[in-house]
């Protein structure tokens, strides 16, 4: 794992690739922070006044959303506990444009069903794992045909293939 975090400072100085490092963090700490202020928490605030999409409440907490995306940051993905009208609580996915602020279901996953709370052998990673190598170690997941065969593929009408589009 540190062979490929490190990869983009390999040939720099120790001094100038920590400093860059530094500055990395702060500016993916800072666009998570913009998009869960922005985008994820209004989406979600929405589903739940307006009873859309059989999103009753959101179990997890703002600080522990994870959002999973490619150093571009063109698309993120927000696997997300959520309460149904039911009282099932599931692992549900979406997917956030941030160029056009446009919210997805994505439909290529099944919801993980959860017992109460419980986190059952981490079904995110489970989940992802099957689709690409990736688990919540690494800071970005940059694996394109992830992105571009699973998540963002379009049929021939130019329509996503794997996404539902939500209010």
Known sequence: MDERENRD????????????????ELADNEF???????IILPFYKKQIVSKLNHI???IDKTENLSL?????????LNP???????????????????NTNQAF???????????????????I????????????SYKTLDDSVFW?????????TGNFKYLKKLQ
């Open 80 to 98: 997300i506990k959520i309460k149904d009208e039911n009282g099932n609580i599931l692992i549900r996915y979406f997917i956030f444009l941030p």
């Open 56 to 58: 009753v409440t959101v």
């Open 148 to 156: 571009d065969q699973k998540v963002l593929l379009r049929d021939a």
């Open 105 to 123: 279901e994505w439909t290529l996953v099944k919801p993980n069903i959860l017992n109460k709370n419980e986190y059952a052998d981490n079904p």
């Open 32 to 38: 998570r922070r913009q998009m869960i202020d922005a």
């Open 9 to 24: 400072y390999i040939g720099l100085y120790e001094l100038v690739a920590d400093k860059l490092k530094r500055e990395n």
């Open 68 to 76: 999973i995306y490619p150093k571009n940051k063109q698309v993120i």
């Open 125 to 136: 990673n489970n989940t992802i794992g099957t689709l690409t190598q990736w688990d919540f």
